[in-house]
């Protein structure tokens, strides 16, 4: 009877164990490394990731759940921590950001397409340089 009950006891508390390591891993995966900017805390292999991802292990052990965890980490980070910021006055460059290099490289193709469709054609050449032309091609402009 008491190995049933330490074989029930040890199936719980690994259940328990992998299921806060998923959890962990979920909270590194929304997390941004403060070093390597385009990767998670979870692919980071950056000192300062290793450091953020022992901060997350100390808050989940210590009882926190997943919304205290991000919160402390963005008071102390700010908001760039996070891959998907909040949109607010501070962060709305982030958002906003691509959509007006888009908007602003459309205008420009454009403007550079209108110029060029509105391009004079090729200036006919001045007599003399018809001349220099001539002597150097030939009178028929045929090089062959």
Do not use: H
């Not at 508390?13 to 959890?23: D, F, H, K, M, Y």
């Not at 941004?32 to 990767?39: A, D, E, G, P, S």
């Amino acid at each position: 009877m008491k190995v049933v009950l330490f074989a029930l006891f040890m199936l719980f508390s690994l259940a328990g164990i992998a299921n806060e390591e998923q959890r962990i891993r979920q909270l590194e995966e929304k997390l941004r490394c403060l070093v390597c900017q385009n990767q998670s805390l979870a692919d980071s292999n950056a000192e300062l990731a290793g450091d953020l991802r022992k901060q997350v292990r100390e808050q989940v052990a210590a009882g926190r759940s997943d919304e205290q965890i991000v919160e402390y980490l963005v008071q102390r980070y700010g908001d760039f921590v996070r891959y998907d910021p909040p949109f607010k006055a501070a962060t709305a460059l982030l958002w906003a950001g691509p959509f007006l290099l888009l908007a602003a490289g459309a205008v420009i193709l454009v403007i550079v397409l209108r110029r060029r469709r509105d391009a004079p054609e090729e200036a006919a050449l001045a007599p003399e340089e018809k001349r220099l032309v001539e002597r150097v091609l030939g009178p028929g402009g045929d090089p062959r």
